[in-house]
């Protein structure tokens, strides 16, 4: 199977936005700010 044909599997995951490795959610907050009240880094100042 090609990647391609796994596009639709993408961002299926509930937890998709949650960091994976124990810095990650460092890492992302250094890049991005803060998470919304969702969890999710927007990435924009507000």
Sequence with gaps: MSEIE???EV??????HRATEADE???L???YGEPD??????????
Excluded at 11 to 16: A, L, Q
Excluded at 37 to 46: I, K, M, N, R, T
Aim: proline share 4%; charged share 20%.
């Design 11 to 16: 961002d299926r995951h509930p937890g998709v």
């Design 25 to 27: 959610e460092q890492v």
């Design 29 to 31: 907050r250094g890049l």
């Design 37 to 46: 009240q969702y969890g999710v880094f927007q990435g924009v100042e507000g």
């Design 6 to 8: 796994h596009m639709g």
